[in-house]
Each structure stands twice: as structure tokens, then as C-alpha cells.
């Protein structure tokens, strides 16, 4: 694996083609998982499409980054999501809620699948979201919105960068994390997506990661009172890590997280790979956060930033 990736395992998701046009990818170790011929998965997926997807996603782990083309098909986290074995909460920047109820006999969809992940996951402990309109949010079900910490698009307008952060700060940190990316929370300068966008700027979602990871380091998570199966659970790793000769770095290429305190990490938010989107605006937002995370991974597992 070449040097410049082998502290991140990237994953892409091919639904509609768009990625054959970018260039973020190319020349790194990435696994590719051909989707463009499974039938129903357009903004929803139905039972037969998902057992096929859960095959072919079978020998990966959660554990990497996953580039998961347009928003139509953001229920991709929901499914990474199942793999997941411990309590965790759920980041998520999007400029919509996706917390409908499950319509048309129950379908898997881009615009309900937090509420299922919600509903039916007991491990998922808070979501996170950052980005939609306040109004949007009012819709959501009391049920599901008592397990959401939400920044609105209209607090977000009228924050300092600090603000945020802590914001971030402060909800983070306490539990292992799991990543979700919809560019569609960035402003038209920034990204070109196939649903109504937001108005953050790239730069402000990366130092919010910045925050996230810096929180969700595992010394973090320890140190700011997780429950004894947290602790127990890394301290299992570490001793049977020790135990194949290895240092407990090594623990950030393991295939049970990202790098330690984070579990995963989604993008989506690509254009319509028929339409006139600029691809290229997104390659580059999309070659940005992956060289965030492989840095981050990169520091975490050389002992770098300590």
C-alpha cells in the first residue's frame, strides 16, 4: 500500500458512475464496490436491494472511510451502521433532517434513514446533526428528536467559528463516533449536490472534524467518564494487540475504527452523473476531507499531535 495512504482504508461506492469523472481517488489504495447494477436503490431501497448490498459490502469494515455517491443514496450509513458492536453516537452534517417515517411499506430511505438508524439500533446512543432549518426539525417526531443534539442553518449563520466548535465540543468526546457527510450542507462555492444545500463553508466542516476527532481520541473518551464497557472494550484490543507483538498504535489500522474514537466516516453528496453538476467542485471538497482524515489517521497512528 503506498505510504501516502496506508494509515486510511478508503472505500467507494459506486451507485451512478459519478466518481469515474474525479480524480480524489486515484492513485490510492481504494476498494471499489460496483452497485450501478442493483435495481431499486435510487433515494430508496427495497428489502432484495439491501440483501444484495449487505452481500457485496460483506468483507468490509465500517471502519474506513466510505464515499457513497449522491444523497440519494445517504441510507448507506444506516447499513454501515449494522456492523457497528459497540455504544456509539452519530455526526452527522447534512442541510436536511432525514428523519422521515418509514413510508411505502417501510422502504429503507435517503430521507428517513437517521429515523431508522434511531428507531432500530439500540447500540446508536445520540445523533449529532448539524446543518438543517429549524422548521425542518420541527416536523421530526418528539421520539426521535429527544436523541438529537441539533445546531440549526440559522444559529449556524449567526455563530462564530468558535461558537460551533463548541458546540461540537461539547457533544463529543464521550463516546466512540460515527461520521456522516452530506456535501449538501455546504454553500453553492463549495460543492454542486443534487438536493437544496446549506451554507457552510468546507473549511468551517473541517475544523468542526478537527474538533470532533480531537475529542473522540481514545485518551478523550477515557477520561471523560465512558462506561467500564467502553474502557473494558479498549483495553481488550490493547492486550490482545500487545499480545501479537505489535504497539498499541497499531490499534488505528485495525478493522475495528477508523483511527481510535472514530468508527467510520460516510460521504455523500455527489451531483446527478446525468445532469450538468460541476463534479469537479465536489472532487475537490472530496479530495479535502479525505486528506483530513488520512492526516488525522496518519497522526494518530505515528503518535503525531500528542
Not at 411499506?105 to 428507531?119: F, Q
Not at 420541527?138 to 449556524?156: A, G, H, T, W
Not at 457552510?200 to 473518551?221: F, H, P, Q, Y
Amino acid at each position: 500500500m503506498k505510504k501516502t495512504d496506508k494509515y486510511l482504508k478508503t472505500l467507494i461506492m459506486d451507485f451512478s458512475g459519478i466518481y469515474e469523472e474525479q480524480q480524489f481517488w486515484k492513485g490510492k489504495e481504494a476498494s471499489w464496490v460496483e452497485a450501478r447494477d442493483i435495481p431499486g436503490t435510487n433515494c430508496y431501497c427495497d428489502e432484495e436491494a439491501m440483501n444484495e448490498i449487505r452481500s457485496r459490502i460483506a468483507p468490509y469494515s465500517s471502519g474506513e472511510i466510505h464515499f457513497i455517491d449522491s444523497g440519494n443514496y445517504h441510507y448507506m450509513t444506516r447499513i454501515w451502521l449494522e456492523k457497528i458492536s459497540e455504544p456509539f453516537d452519530l455526526l452527522v452534517f447534512d442541510n436536511h433532517t432525514d428523519m422521515q417515517p418509514p413510508a411505502f411499506g417501510g422502504l429503507l430511505s435517503c430521507g428517513g434513514w437517521i429515523y431508522d438508524s434511531v428507531m432500530e439500533l439500540p447500540l446508536l446512543q445520540k445523533v449529532i446533526l448539524i446543518g438543517p432549518d429549524e422548521e425542518a426539525f420541527s416536523r421530526v417526531e418528539p421520539e426521535i428528536q429527544k436523541k438529537v443534539e441539533f445546531l440549526s442553518r440559522e444559529k449556524l449563520r449567526g455563530m462564530e467559528l468558535m461558537e460551533i466548535l463548541d458546540f461540537v465540543k461539547e457533544q463529543t468526546g464521550k463516546k466512540s463516533l460515527y461520521i456522516s457527510i452530506d456535501k449538501d450542507v455546504l454553500c453553492p462555492e463549495d460543492a454542486d449536490t443534487n438536493w437544496s444545500q446549506g451554507d457552510m463553508r468546507l473549511e468551517t466542516m473541517v475544523r468542526c472534524l478537527e474538533c470532533a476527532v480531537s475529542r473522540c481520541k481514545a485518551g478523550d473518551i477515557l477520561s471523560t467518564g465512558s462506561e467500564n464497557a467502553d474502557i473494558e472494550q479498549l483495553d481488550a484490543v490493547r492486550e490482545d494487540t500487545q499480545k501479537d507483538g505489535a504497539a498499541c498504535s497499531d490499534l488505528t489500522v485495525t478493522d475495528l475504527c477508523l483511527f481510535p474514537g472514530i468508527l467510520g466516516v460516510d460521504i455523500c453528496g455527489e451531483c446527478d452523473a446525468a445532469g450538468t453538476g460541476n463534479s469537479a467542485l465536489n472532487d475537490y471538497a472530496n479530495a479535502r476531507l479525505w486528506e483530513f482524515f488520512r492526516h488525522a489517521a496518519e497522526n494518530e497512528t505515528s503518535g503525531g499531535d500528542r
